[in-house]
């Protein structure tokens, strides 16, 4: 029997040691868990309590996170405090407080926090929209800016260029006939030929294969930047080293990069430094300069970076803004035919439309904000990061706290609009029936970070959509159901799929 005890006496031993082990190690990671979420600040902004390890991730509907950040500031106010993982979020609501973060504190606000597969995807090289605050984003700032400017952006042949686009796109849904058809692919030919024309040089063709590879690679990105596996991988950066989760986030992106590469080495090829034909000629003009200077942000890896942004940049917003547009026309049949009376008065059904038509068609201009408004495609933006410690209404924000501004608690702000959550073109009417601006309207941002596009964006919209209905009527096919009102969101939130009909007029 005497083995026997001694036996048993040592695993007796060893179960006491390894549960004495155990909850060492527990009061160890909880301690851990206690001193890397606890924040020592003064007057820090307040916000739900912070489970272990996971931080408030269950407050977020991921689905939907504008709506649960819009949701929460009724309990905690306009500023609040997150935390996702071991990373500390300031949330920003309201437009009176986003106006003093991004107008009358801009640089405080300006930084970008790391995102770890978008930085992965990149090679750890920073283009413009993702890059931090410091003197290569100031640099590719100015460049970016200049050089839309030179090749048309607020000019007249830019527009003509816009208007020769949007015969294009009414051909192509002429070509659809009675069917019905869904027009997201062919408004994304028209939005990217646009900014194709000032990158690339050239439009494409809407048929031809190697167009039709890169939208849907597009595409597929912007599906891939919003799925689970990729909010796991910024949340949990070390997931990056199991291959199939780094196969997943990468796949579509680097066809991106590589498409993009190609038409890079075509320019290189056939660059003439004495005539510029596109933004790439300009960067490698820059390169050229700047060779013998060691710290320039001009080089080949950054020049892939910008084409790329600027190429997705200059299609998502508009292109889903439009899709957006044609939707509420459907449903708001009697504002499509104000808008339509508005356009035969004005421009009549031969002549195309100009910018110079805005000013007379003040309804036509009240609606397209409106889509822009009711639509709120990009909802939260990219996050900013504190680039000092600053205040905010009186509560301390520290240095390299990620901070989110809510863009859709402004353009539904019930303290600035009349019907926050209604379509009401009259939201920027007067009652003269005078076109009206309204200061919280910010659909692309403001600050710093401000969309360097936006009066290319806003051109596209009035020529496009203004084309489209003096055109067409759009309807809903007969005998089919409405689309599910359901919105999806990525980087912007898109309408549901659409099977729509184009009538002519």
Request: hydrophobic share 40%; proline share 6%; with cysteine.
């Amino acid at each position: 029997m005497e083995p026997f005890h001694w036996v048993f006496s040592m695993l007796m031993a060893i179960w006491n040691n390894l549960t004495l082990l155990v909850i060492l190690f527990s009061l160890l990671t909880l301690s851990f868990d206690f001193m890397k979420r606890r924040k020592p600040w003064r007057n820090y902004p307040p916000g739900p309590i912070s489970l272990p390890f996971i931080g408030t991730l269950l407050q977020i509907d991921m689905r939907k996170p504008h709506l649960s950040f819009t949701q929460l500031s009724k309990k905690y106010g306009n500023i609040y405090s997150l935390q996702a993982f071991y990373t500390n979020v300031v949330v920003v609501n309201g437009f009176k407080l986003m106006k003093e973060a991004l107008v009358h504190k801009s640089e405080d606000f300006a930084d970008r926090p790391d995102v770890p597969v978008q930085s992965y995807l990149s090679g750890y090289k920073q283009g413009l929209v993702f890059a931090k605050y410091n003197h290569a984003w100031k640099e590719q700032r100015r460049f970016l800016v200049s050089n839309l400017r030179d090749f048309g952006m607020g000019k007249k042949s830019l527009e003509w260029r816009m208007i020769e686009e949007a015969g294009h796109l009414c051909s192509a849904f002429r070509a659809e006939g009675d069917h019905p058809f869904d027009p997201q692919f062919i408004i994304n030919n028209a939005v990217s030929n646009v900014i194709a024309s000032m990158t690339f040089g050239y439009r494409f063709d809407y048929k031809d294969q190697k167009f039709q590879e890169l939208l849907h690679l597009f595409e597929d990105c912007i599906q891939d930047a919003s799925g689970l596996c990729t909010q796991l991988i910024n949340m949990i950066p070390c997931l990056l080293h199991i291959p199939p989760l780094e196969q997943i986030v990468s796949k579509h992106q680097m066809g991106m990069y590589n498409y993009i590469e190609n038409i890079l080495k075509v320019h290189v090829k056939t660059w003439d430094s004495s005539c510029r034909r596109d933004i790439i000629d300009a960067f490698l003009e820059e390169i050229e300069k700047r060779k013998k200077d060691v710290k320039t942000s001009f080089n080949h890896d950054i020049l892939r970076l910008i084409i790329t942004e600027l190429f997705a940049a200059g299609t998502e917003t508009v292109a889903t803004t439009l899709r957006w547009g044609l939707l509420y026309m459907i449903q708001n049949p009697e504002v499509q035919s104000k808008v339509q009376k508005e356009i035969d008065d004005v421009i009549g059904k031969n002549r195309s439309a100009t910018m110079g038509d805005q000013a007379s068609m003040p309804y036509t201009h009240a609606v397209i904000n409106e889509i822009q408004r009711f639509a709120d495609v990009s909802p939260l933006m990219l996050p900013h990061m504190a680039y000092r410690d600053t205040t905010l209404q009186g509560f301390f924000i520290p240095k390299g706290t990620t901070v989110i501004f809510n863009l859709s608690s402004v353009l539904k702000d019930e303290t600035v609009w009349e019907k926050p959550y209604e379509f009401y073109p009259e939201h920027f009417l007067n009652k003269k029936g005078e076109f009206v601006k309204r200061e919280g309207f910010l659909p692309f941002s403001a600050g710093l970070r401000v969309c360097p596009g936006e009066q290319l964006a806003r051109t596209e919209l009035f020529l496009f959509l203004t084309s489209l209905l003096q055109h067409f009527t759009f309807c809903f096919p007969e005998n089919q159901s409405k689309p599910q009102q359901e919105s999806r969101f990525s980087l912007t939130v898109a309408p549901p799929p659409l099977q729509i009909q184009a009538i002519p007029r």
